[in-house]
Structure formats: structure tokens, C-alpha cells
């Protein structure tokens, strides 16, 4: 991947063509990346920027090395965007338990997410996670790369173990990584999701499906009370050419609380908070 090209690269008049007749104007205030958002029914304190850990499964963050990414955690804390993306299968546990030798825990929100689809396998993990990132509670606990419709009787014994980890403290939201169509049309009526995952941009990169049918279920995800988190929002580096455009379009939805996106170093995280603000506001004149 271009490091350069993926964040300081402008452009893309078809993204700005597929924003057009889509954007659910926000307030006429700028939109920032540290802004503080309070997800979901749990009102899980965190900022409008996840700063990413999973970028080609985590490959690309994992090349700055156990101290480069806990470096990175730390860097973008510094600048108020507190909400820390990570999951079992990025590798990027230990870089949280670094990280957080020098950054209070209680000053910023931890996602990760799970494969486990037996409740044995889930106790199991809960307990590796807390041991792997030196956290003994998580933010949001996600079930990972959720694409069967009918999840909620598959993931029943997973589901219970995460429900009653939210009753005890050690997982105060929990919810799903959704990564089809009919994945995220159950999550709609499904009342234990809670938070939810959802790939989202202008151009189909990488996408469930089209960005009209994605937008309408988050619509109804909202609706129904539910926390939205969007990735993909830069389909994964395919939008490299057209980072304002499609920041621009995940902003101007109100049916998405916040996102994540994974840079590859401080560089282009820094570029990325700097976007940010303009973006809302080229979004909301749109």
C-alpha cells in the first residue's frame, strides 16, 4: 500500500457524484475527530475517530512493531481521539497493553471483537483479552465478521456469556461486526445487538452492498436505538485518491455515530484530524 497516496491523495468526482442526493445534513458546526460521542443505549464515551488497528487485518498498523503502534495509541490519544479499535484477529492486543502503561485506562473507550462461537471458547477469550491488552474491562466487545442471518441462534451461547459480562463490568457494550447484507438486517431486530459494525462508503468499496440499501438499514439501526460505527470508510485503502470525498460522505450521515479508520503511522493520522473538520463542512453545503 502507497502510505503517501492512501491519506494525502484528493480527488474523486464520482465519489462527490454518489454523495450527491444521500447526505443527512448535520448541524452547521464543524464536525472533529476528537468530538466526544456517546454510543448507543450504554452511552459508551469515545470520540468520532476509532483510530484503526485492523487495516488488511491488521498488516499494515502491525508493521510499526509492538512499540511503533503503542506509540501511535498514545500519539492520537494526545490529540483527543480516544477510542482505540482492536480485535483478536488484527494481532494488536500487546500494543494496547503497551500503550496503556502511560495512558490512564478510564481516559479512553477499547473495541475489540471476538471470533468464538461456543460460549466455552468466549469465556476463554475474555479472559486471554484481559491478560493480552492489561485491561481488566472492555468498551465494546464485538462478534467478529458476522455474515449468517440467522447469527442470534448460532452465536446464542457466545451472546449469553457477552450479557452477562455487561451485567458484571468487564464488557460495558457489546454488539457485532457485520460483514453482509442479511447480517445487518437481523442486527435491526435483534435487541442484544447493541453497537453495531457496519461497512460503509460512497463507492461500494468492499461493501455488503450498494450505499443507498446499506445507508437505509443503518437508518433503521438507529432507529431502533442501537449505536452505528462505520468502517471501510476508505474501502480499506481502495478510495486512497478520494480521502476527502469519502470522509465527506460518512459525515454528512446522522445515521452514523462515529467510524474508524486504521492510517499507517502518526503522519497520516495527523492528516486525517485535519481533513476532518473541513470535510463536515463541504458535506453540509453539498
Partial sequence: MDRRN????????????????RAAVRSAQALKANDVVYLGPDKIRLSRLAMGTGTVGGSL?????????ADYLRYGTDQGVIFWD???????????????KSVPREKIAIMTKTRARTSAAMK?????????????YFDLLLLHTVTSPTWPQEMAGVMDVLAE??????????????????ALYTAVKTPWARVVLARIN????????????VLSVLRDLKQAGKG???????????????????????????????????????NELTDLIKRIPAASQTAKAA
Fill in 61 to 69: 498498523q502491525r508493521k510499526l512493531g509492538v512499540d511503533g503502534l
Fill in 228 to 266: 452505528v460505527i462505520g468502517m471501510k470508510i476508505l474501502g480499506e485503502g481502495d478510495l486512497r485518491g478520494q480521502v476527502d470525498s469519502a470522509l465527506r460522505f460518512a459525515l454528512s450521515q446522522d445515521c452514523i455515530d462515529c467510524f474508524t479508520i486504521g492510517a499507517a503511522d502518526r
Fill in 86 to 100: 482492536t480485535a483478536d484477529a488484527y494481532k494488536t492486543h500487546p500494543s494496547v497493553k503497551e500503550a496503556l
Fill in 165 to 182: 459480562a455487561r451485567e458484571k463490568g468487564i464488557v460495558r457494550t457489546h454488539g457485532l461486526s457485520c460483514h453482509s447484507l442479511s
Fill in 202 to 213: 460512497p463507492a461500494e468499496a468492499k461493501m455488503d452492498a450498494d450505499p443507498d440499501t
Fill in 124 to 136: 476463554a477469550d475474555l479472559d486471554r483479552f484481559r491478560r493480552e491488552t492489561g485491561s481488566d
Fill in 6 to 21: 492512501f491519506i494525502l491523495a484528493t480527488g474523486g468526482a464520482a465519489v462527490v457524484t454518489a454523495l450527491s442526493g
